[in-house]
């Protein structure tokens, strides 16, 4: 691993140890208003100052950070999976599945998926609690992402697939099973953290902009999508700079994925 | 959803002149609406940017001033009503012509009203009349022309400010184009979708400046196309356009702070913010929901549970009033001051909710059926002050034990939810006014009426305070004399203060901006704000020889 890549996964994980200990504490309650306290400046009290409402930006953050990062590793991780399976079937399996596989995925990528989402959202209950509407919107993402890893593993499966390896173990008479498992997958594994670790951010941005179109997250839960839009207001941001802080942290995470997945080989 | 056609009376529209002597001629205006016009028809509008171009290029019979709230005369010379409500008369003004130089004449009058009025037309100006019955419309000389209405209209010379006259030689499948002859101080010369309207003055304008010659005094204005109003208001910081009619008061605080600009706040406006629960019985929501929301003290208790005074101190930071009804101080003739003044009393609200069977019950409020109290407020996706008070609503809900889900939705979805399906609990929306007289809330307040928000077009009342609102607003209608219409309302907003259908929030201030080389502003919080009267502004001589250059 080297220095640059490394100092990322350190940088990665204090600020997912930061977000998970301190959105814990008392202290940092996200939804309190301060309702003579709006749109404060940085102090002691509110270390980002208050946003429009009065409520603590840094706690904010912190919560957003927590949801963010949790939510967008497990819709990758379901996007993987699904490529995984799909690619895999294809690759392996050749001919009618290869080509049914491929048309599949042709499709998902062709669809609108922003409006199908748009859509989805307008379809959940009203009454579902802010932290459902969330867990559902990733799992709406990770059932969305999956097409274009698919294409990739797809490849990857295909080359493996004439491999020594591989021909030794069929005509040893291992089960299909066993085959993927104890020879496939071994040899894919760089491939699918590299996508997995590629489709988080990609994850964040996603919900980032249904946020921007404020149809993220329901009050008053935060999320990065919800803390970005924020930023919309551009005169309002000169004036009052450290509204770029979640920004910052945004950016910061999302280049310590890529900085991670910049040769996802030797990982 | 269409917007809502709330009547509401005038405004503080203080007078900002701020022009020395002698007007300047030429020059270009410039200002920012939000889209598209949708069609340059003037008979089909109905969205806001056509509404800006047809005011500043349509010439009507009568116009509202929006500075003194008073009528005057426009393309009618005068009027009259007649048989107690059932006719108006019109003189026609000799000498108008249209923009290509033909004249306008009584027969286009005519013309132009029987085209709207056409039984089956369905022609959006045509809905402010449906009250009048079958109407008939004759010439009665070269420069007269009547109108019959089947039933009595109170204060039916107020509707023409909306109807624009078109040429009666002009074919009618020829309206929507550029080129179509108008009567107002400008005519639409350049049009490019998703940039601007290039509007250049009518050279045959009737009204004349000091000296004879033919206003407006500048010689064109750009309407610019920008949805985003953050660039808009960048784009005014940097002189790119000259006014901004419609300020956020965030962004309203920072034009304050100083600039080539006059910020303007014109005190509380005539759009309201309300929220209102479904109380239509077939809804698809939980009966004891529907229990919950058809009763008058549960709304009562919610509404005292609201804290309106930091709504409108911290979401709009000063610059909105708590409302108490559904019309604003702003309108002095039709606001109703006996109604009480909103108080936030969440002791009060408990007692209200207990007195509707409601106990608290740990940290939640329960119903009598033990069903924990929470609902979920749906919102237009976007308009972050109305999500901030959605928030707000919220945490003070909470500290009666009741539990509410904010639903932000694109427009579309929320209209869907409150129109048709019924696939909600409660909405909060503000409804925007463009007419002054509670006529023009028909369509709210009738219990069959398709804006009657909480539980629209009944086929009977389905309360006896409805019933009331229903006979009220009839008589309101019909009545010849000021005072008895003034007190028929004054009786609607009281049941409506009492019942509470609508928890109305907050009137929000007008708030405006122009550059402070625009003379003889007269800002007004009836729309269009700041161009109400474009044919008298002017440019400081500096700006006017810069636009020239």
New interface residues.
């Given amino acids: 691993m080297t220095r640059a890549r490394r100092a990322a996964a350190i940088a990665l994980g204090a600020v997912y140890l930061v977000s998970l200990g301190a959105s814990s504490l008392p202290h940092f309650d996200y939804a309190r208003q301060f309702r003579d306290c709006v749109t404060a400046a940085p102090s002691l009290g509110h270390p980002l100052g208050t946003d429009e409402l009065g409520r603590d930006s840094l706690a904010r953050l912190l919560h957003a950070s927590r949801v963010s990062l949790l939510l967008a590793p497990a819709a990758a991780l379901l996007a993987t999976a699904i490529a995984v399976a799909v690619g895999g079937v294809a690759g392996y399996r050749g001919g009618a599945w290869d080509a049914l596989a491929m048309k599949t995925t042709d499709v998902v990528l062709s669809l609108p998926w922003l409006f199908l989402l748009l859509i989805a959202r307008a379809w959940l209950p009203l009454t579902a609690p802010p932290w459902q509407t969330l867990v559902i919107t990733f799992a709406l993402l990770g059932c969305s992402g999956w097409a274009a890893p698919a294409r990739v593993i797809r490849g990857a499966i295909r080359e493996l697939r004439a491999s020594d390896a591989l021909l030794s173990a069929k005509a040893c008479g291992y089960s299909p099973w066993r085959v993927a498992v104890v020879h496939v997958l071994p040899g894919l594994r760089a491939i699918l953290l590299a996508q997995f670790l590629i489709l988080i951010p990609a994850f964040i941005l996603a919900e980032g902009n249904l946020g921007v179109l404020g149809l993220g997250v329901g009050e008053p839960l935060p999320s990065w999508g919800s803390l970005l839009r924020d930023l919309v207001n551009v005169p309002e941001v000169m004036e009052r700079p450290w509204m770029l802080a979640p920004l910052a942290v945004f950016a910061a995470v999302t280049g310590c994925f890529y900085l991670l997945t910049s040769s996802g080989e030797s990982i | 959803m269409k917007h809502f056609c709330i009547g509401l009376l005038w405004l503080a529209s203080g007078a900002l002149y701020a022009g020395p002597a002698a007007p300047r001629w030429g020059g270009e205006l410039r200002f920012c609406v939000r889209a598209d016009p949708k069609t340059f028809d003037p008979l089909l509008v109905d969205d806001q940017p056509g509404e800006t171009i047809r005011y500043l290029t349509g010439g009507v019979l009568i116009r509202l001033n929006r500075a003194t709230q008073e009528l005057q005369p426009e393309l009618a010379e005068s009027w009259q009503v007649g048989e107690r409500g059932r006719s108006i008369e019109f003189r026609i003004r000799q000498g108008a012509q249209f923009s290509d130089g033909s004249a306008f004449t009584a027969a286009d009058a005519a013309y132009t009203l029987k085209t709207i009025l056409a039984p089956g037309a369905n022609l959006p100006a045509a809905d402010a009349f449906s009250a009048g019955g079958a109407i008939t419309v004759e010439q009665l000389t070269p420069d007269r022309v009547r109108l019959r209405f089947a039933k009595a209209m109170a204060g039916v010379e107020r509707l023409f400010d909306q109807v624009v006259m078109v040429s009666s030689g002009w074919p009618a499948s020829r309206r929507a184009e550029t080129a179509m002859p108008v009567l107002g101080p400008y005519r639409v010369a350049e049009y490019r979708t998703g940039s601007y309207v290039l509007l250049r003055r009518n050279p045959h304008y009737w009204r004349t400046a000091e000296g004879g010659r033919r206003l407006p005094y500048i010689d064109a204005v750009r309407v610019v196309i920008q949805q985003?109003r953050?660039?808009e208001?960048?784009r005014f910081?940097k002189g790119d356009i000259d006014l901004v009619d419609t300020l956020d008061p965030?962004?309203y605080e920072?034009l304050t702070r100083g600039g080539a600009w006059h910020a303007y706040d014109l005190g509380p406006g005539l759009a309201t913010e309300q929220m209102w629960f479904n109380q239509r019985s077939a809804a698809p929501i939980p009966d004891y929901k529907k229990a919950w929301f058809q009763s008058r003290d549960f709304r009562a208790g919610i509404s005292s549970a609201v804290n309106r005074a930091?709504l409108a101190?911290?979401?709009y930071?000063g610059r909105a009033v708590a409302a108490a009804g559904p019309v604003s101080p702003a309108n002095r003739f039709w606001f109703d001051g006996r109604l009480p003044a909103p108080q936030y009393a969440p002791e009060q609200a408990l007692s209200l909710l207990a007195r509707a069977g409601f106990r608290r019950a740990g940290a939640a409020l329960r119903d009598s059926g033990g069903h924990a109290v929470?609902?979920?407020i749906?919102t237009n996706?976007?308009?972050?002050l109305r999500?901030?008070a959605?928030?707000?609503i919220?945490?003070d809900l909470a500290k009666i034990g009741v539990r509410v889900?904010?639903?932000?939705?694109?427009f579309p979805?929320l209209v869907e939810r409150i129109t048709h399906s019924f696939?909600?609990?409660a909405c909060l929306l503000g409804f925007s006014s463009v007419d002054l007289d509670p006529n023009g809330q028909m369509n709210v307040w009738l219990s069959t009426a398709n804006a009657h928000a909480w539980n629209p077009e009944q086929k009977a009342p389905a309360t006896a305070w409805e019933a009331e609102v229903d006979r009220l607003m009839a008589q309101e209608a019909t009545e010849p004399s000021a005072a008895r219409r003034k007190a028929a309302f004054d009786q609607v907003q009281e049941i409506a203060a009492r019942e509470a259908p609508m928890l109305f929030l907050v009137y929000r201030h007008t708030l405006c901006a122009a550059s402070d080389a625009l003379r003889n502003l007269s800002a007004s919080v009836l729309g269009p704000q700041l161009v109400w009267n474009v044919e008298q502004l002017y440019f400081a001589p500096e700006r006017a020889l810069e636009a020239r250059r």
Wanted: proline fraction near 0%; hydrophobic fraction near 40%; aromatic fraction near 6%.
């Fill in positions: 985003n953050s660039l208001l960048l910081m965030g962004d920072k930091d101190r911290v979401v930071r929470e609902f979920s749906i996706a976007g308009n972050r999500e901030g959605a928030a707000m919220q945490e889900t904010v639903v932000t939705l694109d979805s696939d909600y609990d």
